[in-house]
């Protein structure tokens, strides 16, 4: 497996504003993602980070208000911009750690308030 | 695209039962199925996983079952413990994409 943090790991925000959370492994992966979690619910993928080009992202999600980085293959970093109250999620990584293997890794997530 | 379901919402067991969690999935393309495990306040742990190719996978007291021509799958937790009470959640994807699709959780509640 691989050691995944996350930062911050909360933070309330005011609506209007922007958060940039960090995810940080303690080795190199091949692949790395980005889901949300809101209240009580399950787990939705926002995009797939690619290192040295632009994200891919699901329906739904579009780079304006979710805009990622992956400037290596140990970090990333995921911006939620011109947040609202319905931001309110978790937001967690993950990593898949080589080609050959199915097994991904979660971080322990960001826990984010929008008031 | 995917689409994943799973029952029960909710489970509660006596400790030392048995616990059964069903997901069924659309894509018969998918071929890659883990379970994982939320603690309140924590990220999914991946607590085991399977391959189309298997019909059946087994770590301790815990199992897993597929089964490809009906796409459905089973997560068994055998003699349960209260620190087994947690959020389970199913997934499916292709593995050349690895992109998650998930179930939308079981809550299972093990009372001493």
């Known amino acids: 497996s691989a050691v995944i943090s996350q930062k911050p790991s909360r933070d309330i925000c005011q609506r209007g504003t922007s958060l940039t959370i960090q995810c940080q492994v303690d080795?190199?992966?091949?692949?790395m993602f980005w889901y949300r979690q809101q209240p009580g619910q399950s787990l939705t993928l926002i995009a797939t980070?690619?290192?040295?080009?632009?994200?891919?992202?699901e329906s739904g999600f579009v780079i304006d208000k979710f805009p990622i980085s992956r400037p290596n293959l140990t970090f990333s970093t995921l911006t939620v911009s011109n947040m609202s109250p319905e931001d309110s999620s978790i937001y967690l990584c993950?990593?898949?750690?080589?080609?050959?293997?199915?097994?991904?890794?979660f971080g322990p997530g960001t826990r984010l308030t929008v008031t | 695209g995917e689409n994943v379901e799973q029952h029960p919402s909710t489970l509660s067991v006596q400790e030392g039962d048995s616990a059964v969690i069903k997901c069924t999935y659309s894509?018969?393309?998918?071929?890659?199925f883990p379970w994982y495990k939320q603690e309140l306040g924590k990220g999914p742990q991946l607590i085991i996983d399977?391959?189309?190719?298997?019909g059946e996978k087994k770590d301790q007291r815990i199992a897993v079952t597929l089964n490809k021509t009906a796409k459905h799958f089973s997560l068994h937790i055998t003699e349960t413990q209260p620190e087994d009470s947690a959020v389970y959640f199913c997934?499916?994807?292709?593995?050349?994409?690895?992109?998650?699709?998930f179930g939308k959780g079981t809550m299972l509640l093990v009372s001493p």
């Open positions: 997934a499916a994807t292709i593995y050349k994409y690895s992109t998650l699709t």
């Open positions: 399977i391959r189309s190719n298997v």
């Open positions: 894509d018969s393309a998918s071929n890659y």
């Open positions: 993950s990593v898949v750690i080589d080609s050959s293997s199915y097994e991904q890794y």
């Open positions: 080795s190199q992966v091949t692949m």
């Open positions: 980070a690619n290192q040295g080009s632009e994200a891919t992202y």
